[in-house]
């Protein structure tokens, strides 16, 4: 079974303060996660991918992402906020079931920045 | 700009109607994905095709159905249509079927039924 959990559904924090988006997931086999973000009325973009490589994961626009498998968690970080990362931001968990590809998409967090 | 084309951007239509929106994935991509997201359900994964043939399906409706074309390109048909399937439906193309093939969006079609 597969399924990825964002603890989180609305973030806010102000404008040059950390960035954390939680991630947590569940997988039967070594799992592949994404982090995609999604301005208003835009497509998704990916910002960083893990594939078994290194643990700490960096993306576009500063963002970050550890992978820690003792605690199934990919959460996403950022040191300092700025006004244009406020969007939704989409963890996901990409496996396989069953010889088939399974991609799971969590139910999104909204990242507020206040200025 | 991703590399995918999702035309129209905009549609309204009547309930009870039929549509069809298309989908052109990145040159070179043979696996092509659909999405709804709407305010109530979220992002939804609807169905995945790879080469021509289906290889996965979430909660698609059976109103829906989709296919891919030798070109690659792929068409959502969507019928009998409803006031809840309003909503902003996304096309995705990816590589391959590996799971570390990131994917990658298009802009997406707004579908307003009325």
């Known amino acids: 079974a597969q399924s990825v959990t964002q603890l989180d559904s609305h973030v806010s924090v102000s404008e040059g303060t950390p960035v954390l988006l939680r991630c947590n997931y569940s997988?039967?086999?070594?799992?592949?996660l994404f982090w995609y973000v999604q301005h208003p009325n835009k497509g998704l973009q990916l910002l960083l991918k893990?594939?078994?490589?290194?643990?700490l994961v960096k993306g576009i626009n500063g963002f970050e992402a550890e992978f820690k498998k003792s605690e199934t968690s990919f959460h996403l970080t950022k040191p300092s906020a700025h006004m244009s990362d406020a969007a939704e931001y989409f963890c996901?968990?990409?496996?396989?079931?069953?010889?088939?590809?399974?991609?799971?998409f969590g139910t999104g967090t909204k990242l507020q920045v206040i200025p | 700009d991703s590399g995918v084309t999702q035309t129209p951007k905009h549609l309204i239509t009547a309930t009870g109607q039929r549509v069809t929106l298309r989908c052109s994935p990145r040159?070179?991509?043979?696996?092509v994905y659909w999405y709804q997201q709407s305010l109530d359900q979220g992002l939804q994964f609807l169905i995945q095709?790879?080469?021509?043939?289906?290889?996965a399906k979430g909660n698609i409706l059976e109103r829906f159905s989709a296919q891919q074309f030798p070109d690659l390109h792929s068409e959502l048909n969507l019928s009998s249509l409803e006031l809840g399937d309003s909503a902003l439906y996304f096309c995705?193309?990816?590589?391959?079927?590996?799971?570390?093939?990131?994917?990658?969006f298009g802009p997406g079609t707004r579908l307003t039924v009325l």
């Open positions: 995705a193309s990816s590589a391959g079927l590996a799971a570390y093939n990131e994917q990658f």
């Open positions: 997988s039967s086999y070594s799992p592949s």
């Open positions: 893990y594939t078994s490589a290194a643990t």
């Open positions: 996901v968990v990409s496996g396989y079931s069953g010889g088939y590809q399974k991609v799971t």
């Open positions: 040159s070179g991509d043979l696996s």
């Open positions: 095709y790879y080469n021509g043939e289906e290889r």
